[in-house]
C-alpha cells in the first residue's frame, strides 16, 4: 500500500460526478427507509390514539352490541375468547406436527428425493393464499360439519404448519454434528439421539420460530370468514356452533358507517396488535437468550 | 453407564444397524408421516376445491375467462378480478420492489452492523400489523385522505393522453390504486428480508476488489453486489408478487368492490380474493361453485408463481456454491 508507483495514480476521493451519484444513491437507500417509517409510524399512531380511548375493563370483556350502538357500549369479550381458542388449538395441532416435519427433513429424509421434494413443497406451501386455505377447510370440513370455532382451528393450523416446519428445520441445522455423534457413540438410538439431545438443543430456536407463526395466524382473518362467521355472545364450545375473532369482527365493523361500530373496531385493532406484539417479543427474548447460550 | 454386554452383541448374527428398537422405527414412520402431511394438503386443496368448483367449470366452460359477472343474471365470468389482480399486482410492485432493495442495499452495505438490526425490527414491524388492520386503516383513514390527491393528480394531467386515461378523476378513495399502496406496504417486509438474504451472500473479496480499484460504493454495488445477486432479487421479487396476488382482507376493505375492467387506476375494481371474502357468504349454487373456482384459479396461479420463485432463488444459490 506504501510503495509509490510508477505510473501516477489518481488516489484522491472521488469527485465530480461519481462522488455525487454515489450521494444520491445513499441518500435514495435512506429516504426508501423514510418511506417506510411514514406510514407504519402513521398506522400505529392511529391505532393507538383510536383504539386506546375505547379499550377498558367493561370492552374487554363485554358482548359484542349491535353496530348501531354509540362508543362506549358493549365491547369484543366473545372475539378474544374465539381468538384465544381457535388459535391456540391450531397452535397445538401445527406446531408438534411442523417440528415432527423439519425432524423428518433434518435428521431422517432430507438429503433424499422425498426430502427435497417435501422441503420445496413446503416453501411453496407458505405462498398458499389465505382465503384459499380457508375454501379448502369450507370445501372438505364446513359443508359436511357445519360452522365450528374448530375449523378456524384446521385452517389457521394448515397455514402455521409449514411456516414452522421452515424454521424449526433452520434451527435444526444450526445443531453441530458432533453432538449427534456423541450420543451415538454412548449406544443411544436415533430417536433417542433426536428427543433427548437435538431438539433441546434447537428449543429456543423452535420455539421463537412457532411463536412467529402463532402471532401471524391470530391476525388472519380470510382463512375464517367461511369457517366460523360471527356470533356476538361468547362460545366457548371449540367444536360447535359458529364462533368469532378479533380479526373477524374488526373486518366486519370497518365498513360500518356507525361511530360505534368503528370505535370497537380500533379497540380491537389495539387489542391485536398489542397480543401480536407480545409474541414477537417473547419471541426476540427467547432468540437472543438462546444465541447466548449456544455461542 | 453400565458396561456394554458382549455377549449380547456377539450373540446377534444381525448388524447393529438392523437391531432397532420398535420405538425408534415408529418415531421415523411419525416423522414422516408430518413430512407427507404438506404433500396430502397440498394435494387435498387441489382436489377438494375444484370439486366444489366443478359446476361452474362445467356450466360455464371457456366463458370463465369473459368480462361478465352478474350473479343476479346468472353470468359468472370472472375475466374482470384476474385483471383486477394483475393491476394491483403491478402497482404494488412497481412501489415495494425499489424501495425494498434500497433497504436491502442500505442494510448490509451502509450502516453498520448494530444500525442494521433496529432498522430490520421496525422493518418487520410491518409484517406483524395483521392484513385487517391495513384494511381498517385503509378505508377509514387512508382512502379519505388520498382521494384529494387523485383528484388534484387527476386535474393536472387531464387531457395528456396516456396519463389521462390511467389516472381519471376519482369516484372516492377506493380504488385498485389504493389497494396496490397498500398491498406494496404489505409486502415490503418480505421482498427485503429475501434481497438482504441474498445480497448478504456477495463475497466479501468481490466487494474489496472493487474498492481497491477505486470505486465508489455505487460503482461497487452496480459491478460487484448487483451482478451476484440479480437472480436472488428477481426470485425476492416473485414471492412478494405471490403474496400481494393473495393478500385478501386489507384488498377486500379498500379496492372498491366493482367488478369492471378499466384502465382508470383511480377507479373502484375488484381482484380475485377480495371479490371471494365478499360475496362468498351469501352465494349458493353456481355463483358459490363461481367463487370456489376463482379460489381454484387463484391457487393455481400463486403455486405457479411460488414455483418459479423458488426455483430461481434455488438456482442462483446453486450456482454461487459453484463459483
Given at each position: 500500500m506504501a510503495v509509490a508507483p510508477e505510473r501516477k495514480l489518481d488516489l484522491r476521493e472521488p469527485t465530480g460526478w461519481r462522488r455525487t451519484s454515489n450521494s444520491i444513491a445513499t441518500a435514495l437507500m435512506v429516504l426508501a427507509f423514510v418511506l417506510v417509517i411514514i406510514p407504519l409510524g402513521f398506522v400505529l399512531y392511529t391505532v393507538i390514539a383510536k383504539g386506546a380511548s375505547a379499550i377498558n375493563w367493561s370492552f374487554l370483556t363485554g358482548q359484542i352490541p349491535p353496530n348501531v350502538s354509540p362508543p362506549g357500549q358493549g365491547g369484543i369479550g366473545p372475539a378474544i375468547v374465539g381468538t384465544l381458542e381457535i388459535t391456540g388449538f391450531a397452535t397445538l395441532m401445527a406446531v408438534p406436527l411442523g417440528v415432527l416435519g423439519a425432524i423428518y427433513l433434518n435428521e431422517y429424509g432430507g438429503k433424499g428425493v422425498l426430502g427435497r421434494v417435501i422441503g420445496f413443497m413446503s416453501d411453496v406451501m407458505t405462498g398458499v393464499p389465505s382465503i384459499v386455505m380457508g375454501l379448502f377447510i369450507f370445501s372438505i370440513w364446513t359443508i359436511h360439519f357445519k360452522f365450528s370455532g374448530f375449523g378456524g382451528s384446521l385452517a389457521l393450523g394448515c397455514l402455521m404448519l409449514p411456516i414452522v416446519i421452515r424454521s424449526s428445520d433452520e434451527m435444526l441445522k444450526l445443531v453441530p454434528d458432533p453432538l449427534r455423534e456423541a450420543s451415538y457413540a454412548l449406544g443411544a438410538t436415533k430417536a433417542r439421539v433426536t428427543l433427548t439431545v437435538v431438539l433441546p438443543a434447537a428449543l429456543g430456536g423452535i420455539v421463537s420460530g412457532a411463536l412467529l407463526a402463532v402471532a401471524r395466524a391470530a391476525g388472519e382473518t380470510a382463512p375464517l370468514l367461511f369457517t366460523i362467521l360471527t356470533v356476538t355472545t361468547v362460545n366457548k364450545n371449540l367444536f360447535s356452533g359458529p364462533n368469532t375473532s378479533l380479526p373477524s369482527q374488526i373486518f366486519v365493523n370497518?365498513?360500518?358507517?356507525?361511530?360505534?361500530?368503528?370505535?370497537?373496531?380500533?379497540?380491537?385493532?389495539?387489542?391485536?396488535?398489542?397480543?401480536?406484539?407480545?409474541?414477537?417479543?417473547?419471541?426476540?427474548?427467547?432468540?437472543?437468550r438462546f444465541t447466548r447460550y449456544s455461542r | 453407564m453400565a458396561q456394554a454386554d458382549p455377549a449380547g452383541t456377539a450373540g446377534s448374527a444381525r448388524p447393529l444397524s438392523e437391531r432397532r428398537p420398535l420405538g425408534d422405527r415408529g418415531f421415523q414412520i411419525l416423522a414422516l408421516a408430518a413430512g407427507l402431511l404438506v404433500l396430502v394438503i397440498l394435494?387435498?386443496?387441489?382436489?377438494?376445491?375444484?370439486?366444489?368448483?366443478?359446476?361452474?367449470?362445467?356450466?360455464?366452460?371457456?366463458?370463465?375467462?369473459?368480462?361478465?359477472?352478474?350473479?343476479?343474471?346468472?353470468q359468472f365470468g370472472a375475466l374482470a378480478f384476474m385483471y383486477g389482480t394483475a393491476i394491483t399486482g403491478v402497482i404494488a410492485l412497481v412501489m415495494a420492489v425499489p424501495v425494498s432493495v434500497a433497504i436491502a442495499l442500505l442494510l448490509t452495505e451502509v450502516v453498520p452492523y448494530r444500525w442494521a438490526q433496529p432498522i430490520v425490527y421496525v422493518i418487520d414491524l410491518l409484517a406483524v400489523v395483521p392484513s385487517v388492520v391495513w384494511g381498517l386503516w385503509g378505508i377509514l383513514v387512508f382512502a379519505p385522505w388520498i382521494a384529494g390527491i387523485y383528484a388534484s393528480i387527476a386535474s393536472a394531467v387531464n387531457g395528456v393522453p396516456v396519463l389521462g386515461s390511467l389516472f381519471g378523476p376519482p369516484t372516492s378513495g377506493t380504488s385498485f390504486f389504493t389497494a396496490g399502496i397498500i398491498l406494496a406496504f404489505m409486502i415490503t417486509p418480505i421482498v427485503t428480508s429475501l434481497s438482504r438474504e441474498v445480497i448478504a451472500t456477495v463475497p466479501v473479496i468481490d466487494k474489496e476488489g472493487a474498492y481497491a480499484l477505486g470505486a465508489t460504493r455505487l460503482e461497487m454495488i452496480r459491478g460487484a453486489v448487483?451482478?451476484?445477486?440479480?437472480?436472488?432479487?428477481?426470485?425476492?421479487?416473485?414471492?412478494?408478487?405471490?403474496?400481494?396476488?393473495?393478500?385478501?382482507?386489507?384488498?377486500?376493505?379498500?379496492?372498491?368492490?366493482?367488478?369492471?375492467i378499466t384502465s382508470h387506476l383511480f377507479a373502484p375494481g375488484y381482484n380475485m380474493p377480495s371479490?371471494?371474502?365478499?360475496?362468498?357468504?351469501?352465494?349458493?349454487?353456481?355463483?358459490?361453485?363461481g367463487l370456489m373456482g376463482i379460489g381454484v384459479l387463484l391457487f393455481v396461479f400463486t403455486i405457479i408463481v411460488n414455483v418459479v420463485a423458488r426455483g430461481v432463488v434455488a438456482r442462483s444459490a446453486r450456482r454461487k456454491r459453484g463459483a
Open positions: 370497518a365498513s360500518q358507517p356507525f361511530v360505534g361500530a368503528q370505535s370497537r373496531a380500533w379497540g380491537a385493532a389495539l387489542t391485536l396488535i398489542v397480543m401480536a406484539f407480545v409474541l414477537m417479543i417473547a419471541a426476540r427474548i427467547i432468540t437472543a | 394435494v387435498l386443496i387441489a382436489v377438494s376445491t375444484s370439486r366444489q368448483a366443478s359446476s361452474w367449470f362445467s356450466a360455464e366452460g371457456l366463458k370463465i375467462f369473459s368480462n361478465n359477472w352478474n350473479p343476479a343474471a346468472n448487483w451482478p451476484h445477486s440479480q437472480g436472488g432479487v428477481v426470485g425476492a421479487v416473485l414471492l412478494g408478487l405471490g403474496r400481494a396476488m393473495g393478500e385478501t382482507i386489507a384488498a377486500a376493505l379498500v379496492i372498491g368492490s366493482s367488478a369492471t371479490v371471494i371474502a365478499n360475496q362468498f357468504g351469501e352465494a349458493s349454487g353456481v355463483f358459490q361453485a
